[in-house]
């Protein structure tokens, strides 16, 4: 059964930084491109943030780049976004599966930036 399991969302102020985690089990995590996704009120899903299977390529969308570093750890079935700088528009719920969205999804874990 594949799960993957979000944390580490959390309300910060402007300009703060967190570091989301995603714990996945269930199937051969190595074998897949991970990617964070980000869902706001009103608006589609969107991919944040992609790492190919052994981490040599990072993308990130135009919105967080130079702001957020994905990372992973094979060896314990886990990725992590590290988000600096954070600002207002960074707010949403984070969510993590494949490049390919293959699996269903997590909870997510809330992240608010400001009030």
């Known amino acids: 059964q594949v799960q993957l399991v979000e944390s580490g969302g959390d309300s910060v102020q402007p300009g703060g930084s967190l570091r989301l985690t995603c714990a996945a089990s269930?199937?051969?995590?190595?074998?897949?491109?991970m990617s964070w996704y980000r869902q706001t009120p009103g608006k589609e899903r969107e991919v944040v943030s992609t790492?190919?299977?052994?981490?040599?390529?990072?993308t990130y969308a135009d919105s967080v780049k130079g702001r957020f570093i994905i990372s992973r750890d094979n060896a314990k079935d886990t990725v992590y976004l590290q988000m600096n700088s954070l600002k207002p528009e960074d707010t949403g719920v984070y969510f993590c599966?494949?490049?390919?969205?293959?699996?269903?999804w997590g909870q997510g874990t809330p992240v608010t930036v400001g009030q």
């Open positions: 599966n494949t490049n390919h969205a293959r699996f269903e």
């Open positions: 269930g199937f051969t995590f190595s074998g897949f491109a």
């Open positions: 790492i190919t299977t052994a981490g040599g390529i990072k």
